[in-house]
């Protein structure tokens, strides 16, 4: 190996509160003939949440210092023309001199700008979130998740890359487009025979030979599978038999598209020890292949475990259908809100609101927002403030209530006065209610979601807001 | 050194249309009925009057901006009109800007009309507001139930008072306002309820079920002032005064500062207290002879009995049950069946309570007529309780 290549530093995960039990679900389906046999379960993002709010979630641990650049990735992106990285820059409270770039394309994308970033040996922050749609009775419905993942790249992580390769190839296993914005998946026998022989296989042991290993001397492996089943095909062919967890969190959540690899990454490395070699594989439009030495535990590698065991499982085939778009409830004419955001409002006050930062005045005490005169009852005039960034304080509930006249797109609307522990005070919005719901003196964190949304217009906002501390644990039933 | 209004301004004549979900009246009908009344009230001529208020707060749904549409219902050649707006306070701040200008001797009558058309919004409840572009960004869109419920939760945790306790004691004071309202011809609510029904009634906003919620209706009410002395000169020998009229508006500290418990409007607690200084009542306990209060939910009304000094903190729910302020109690409250069963356009609110005080006042309310009445006291809160504007004001007669 002459290249020298860069190396991981740390991940992030990040999964929604809600996890459909499939098996249950499709069970709505049977009449018509759909829906397949089903296990396990599968990540639903909450009305509020998208490709953007999952890969800043699943950020957030990874930016105590500001990376060089950030890279969003993601094939359900909600915009075509606004750069979500720079959005992320924001929301993240990064510098505005960061570089930024958004990539899409395939699921393979946040793969390929990870293995971009680390042969630039940047201090990079591969950032990746997936909604995808899919229609009712289409498999994708069930098997795909919603979620995100991050990597930060940099020169002295405990995962250094030490082999890899890459193989573009147009294979049209699934597709989709502004014409068909769902997928559009072709047969599986052929998918299954193309993609393992010609495409994931090959690559896989052109990283090996590069890193100077014998694929059987991988331990823990992140591939990618365009269909579910396809490792074994794989570790046939390349002689493989580390296993794969890109598998497990399929099972566990569906397919994360752009994020699946990057999350099952992180499971890869949480499962490895010292001087294990960890394969990473990205699929679609071709593969990219990395090989990792893993010389010592990588920071959020146990998060991401910890993720696939927190989360609240539902069964409700409406309210998942909802959920993902598949239907369009009529919630009357109290839902004819207007939401329009003005770009200039925006230009003033978008960066404070979406980083969350508030003021803290001459006397210490902190507000959101920030004003000129502050809030402080013995404020006499026009004070300085210096940045407070709220996103990542804990809080309690003030006061509450579940609103069930207010529109929502899942109702209730819960909201109240949340104290944050540094002495300000916001009302705000709550979600990932627990199924008790919230009640005053609840220990609250927060989240980045989606505040509105202007369908009309095609424009949504997004600001923080309160959660539980804590999710429930997942009740198991036995399934990855 | 200001003295304030105190028996500076009479009211001469008062006027309320009927309230409810009319579905064959527009703003102007409403407004010339609730003028007429008025008018015929005070016996002067229309063309006597020398300025006028129109208090509207939702100017969107059928009535339209400025209070143009006041003086084209009620023709008021060339005269000033002016539209004030102050949320649900809007029919108290119509008052005092008519009542203000008589005290401040430029005009000599004056009229002030609130009127809302919430009917027409397609919907129950109130319509979502704006909260304004920058703080669409980041504050919550509430109902107005959704805003109110949070008394609930935070004044159990305040004082220690159970869900149940606290539910119950809500129940009475929507169970005690459904008694008055059956009494109130032109109320929009005139049905007894009993307590269980009202108990197991859909949830709104925890714990606010539908009938902890007032009516949301259409209507307007109007109050013609002028000074005590010319009152006199049209022949009304004791009229009704204005005693007080003040007004409490938040600045963000409910909100941004933490102190607030929550469990109380800080607003209403410092308009009474500057309204009993205005009007020279030191025991308000004692002295007054009933309220209308902003029972926008019934929680609302629990906690301003505490809010006005008639409840001791914490002890609303006790005087509630024990029914203080039922009609037949110590200090009777909605005697007509306020917000909840009168009803609340909004922008008329504030003047039917004053409406209600006043025919009690001049003894005229019929089977609601109170034994003995003095001073009548209104609560007119708009916004939230984090984000309110409170007004009260107090009527009494001149001598």
Not at chain 1, 265 to 270: K, N, R
Not at chain 1, 281 to 304: I, Y
Not at chain 1, 361 to 387: C, I, T, W, Y
Request: proline letters at 4%; one cysteine or more; hydrophobic letters at 45%.
């Amino acid at each position: 190996m002459t290249q020298t290549a860069g190396s991981i530093t740390a991940v992030g995960s990040y999964l929604p509160l809600l996890r459909l039990d499939r098996a249950v679900a499709a069970k709505a389906l049977k009449h018509f003939g759909l829906g397949g046999r089903q296990a396990g379960h599968r990540a639903v993002a909450g009305w509020d949440e998208d490709a953007l709010t999952l890969a800043v979630e699943a950020s957030r641990t990874l930016v105590a210092t500001p990376p060089a650049r950030v890279v969003f990735a993601s094939t359900s992106a909600p915009f075509i023309e606004r750069a979500h990285a720079g959005v992320m820059v924001d929301a993240l409270a990064l510098p505005r001199a960061t570089r930024t770039s958004d990539v899409a394309g395939s699921r393979r994308c946040a793969v390929s700008a990870l293995l971009d970033a680390l042969l630039a040996g940047q201090d990079t922050l591969v950032a990746a979130g997936e909604r995808r749609s899919a229609r009712p009775g289409n498999a994708a419905h069930f098997s795909f998740g919603d979620g995100g993942a991050a990597v930060r790249t940099g020169t002295d992580g405990p995962a250094q890359l030490v082999g890899w390769a890459s193989v573009s190839h147009d294979l049209l296993d699934s597709y989709a487009s502004h014409e068909h914005d769902t997928p559009y998946a072709s047969e599986e026998r052929f998918v299954r025979d193309v993609a393992s022989a010609r495409i994931i296989s090959p690559t896989i042991m052109a990283a090996c030979t590069m890193a100077g290993i014998e694929p059987h001397a991988i331990t823990q492996a992140a591939v990618h599978e365009p269909l579910s089943g396809m490792w074994k095909d794989v570790a046939r062919q390349t002689g493989a038999t580390a296993p794969n967890h890109a598998t497990t969190l399929s099972a566990a959540a569906g397919d994360l598209g752009a994020a699946h690899a990057l999350f099952a990454l992180a499971l890869a490395f949480d499962a490895a020890q010292p001087g294990d070699h960890v394969l990473l594989a990205g699929f679609g439009s071709g593969c990219d292949a990395l090989v990792f030495r893993v010389d010592a535990p990588v920071a959020g590698a146990a998060e991401a475990r910890a993720m696939l065991a927190t989360g609240q499982v539902f069964s409700d085939t409406i309210h998942f259908l909802s959920l993902t778009g598949a239907i369009d409830l009529d919630f009357g004419v109290r839902s004819e809100t207007e939401q329009k955001a003005q770009a200039t409002v925006i230009e003033r006050h978008g960066r404070d609101t979406i980083g969350f930062i508030g003021g803290r005045d001459m006397a210490g005490n902190v507000q959101f927002p920030k004003s000129l005169v502050p809030v402080r009852p013995d404020a006499e005039g026009h004070e300085p403030m210096a940045d407070v960034r709220l996103a990542d304080l804990t809080a309690t509930l003030k006061s509450v209530t579940a609103d069930r006249l207010n529109f929502t797109p899942d109702p209730p609307f819960w909201f109240g006065l949340v104290q944050f522990d540094n002495g300000a005070r916001v009302p705000m919005e709550l979600t990932d209610s627990n199924p008790e719901g919230f009640a005053v003196g609840d220990p609250l964190i927060m989240r980045l979601r989606i505040k509105s949304r202007d369908k009309r217009r095609g424009m949504r906002t997004w600001f923080w807001k309160a959660a539980p501390a804590a999710r429930p644990a997942l009740a198991t039933d036995g399934e990855g | 050194m200001a003295t304030g209004i105190r028996d500076r301004v009479a009211i001469i004549g008062m006027g309320c249309s009927k309230f409810g979900e009319l579905w064959d009246k527009g703003a102007e009908d409403l407004m010339v009925e609730a003028f007429e009344e008025a008018l015929a009230d005070a016996g002067i001529e229309r063309s006597q009057i020398e300025a006028a208020w129109m208090g509207n707060a939702l100017d969107d749904i059928n009535i339209g901006n400025s209070a143009l549409p006041l003086a084209h219902a009620l023709r008021l050649k060339t005269i000033p009109v002016s539209r004030v707006e102050n949320m649900c306070a809007t029919g108290t701040e119509a008052l005092r800007a008519a009542v203000y200008a008589v005290a401040a001797g430029a005009i000599d009558f004056g009229l002030a009309l609130g009127v809302e058309k919430l009917k027409d919004t397609g919907y129950g409840g109130l319509p979502l507001r704006t909260k304004g572009l920058a703080n669409d960004l980041w504050m919550p869109y509430g109902s107005a139930p959704g805003t109110f419920a949070q008394l609930a939760g935070a004044y159990s945790a305040r004082h220690g008072i159970g869900a149940a306790d606290l539910k119950r004691a809500m129940a009475h004071v929507s169970w005690k306002s459904h008694q008055n309202g059956a009494l109130s011809a032109k109320a929009h609510l005139r049905k007894a309820v009993d307590m269980e029904t009202i108990l197991k009634a859909p949830m709104i906003a925890d714990p606010l079920g539908l009938f902890d919620c007032c009516g949301v209706s259409d209507g307007a009410a109007c109050a013609i002032v002028t000074t005590p002395e010319i009152a006199r000169s049209l022949g009304i020998a004791n009229p009704v005064t204005v005693k007080a009229i003040q007004l409490s508006a938040s600045h963000g500290w409910e909100t941004g500062y933490g102190e607030w418990d929550g469990a109380s409007v800080r607003n209403t607690q410092v308009a009474a207290q500057r309204a009993y200084a205005e009007a020279g009542i030191r025991d308000p306990r004692s002295e007054l002879s009933l309220t209308e209060v902003h029972d926008c939910f019934s929680v609302t009304e629990l906690a301003t009995m505490e809010d006005l000094g008639l409840s001791d903190e914490g002890r609303a729910t006790f005087d509630i049950l024990d029914g203080r302020y039922d009609r037949s109690g110590a200090i009777p409250c909605q005697t007509d069946g306020g917000l909840k069963c009168f009803g609340h356009p909004v922008g008329a609110s504030g003047l039917r309570m004053a409406y209600e005080v006043y025919t009690q006042l001049n003894e005229r309310a019929g089977e609601r007529q109170l034994a003995q009445v003095d001073f009548g006291l209104t609560h007119n809160l708009g916004g939230a309780p984090f984000n309110s504007v409170a007004a009260v004001s107090i009527l009494g007669r001149l001598n």
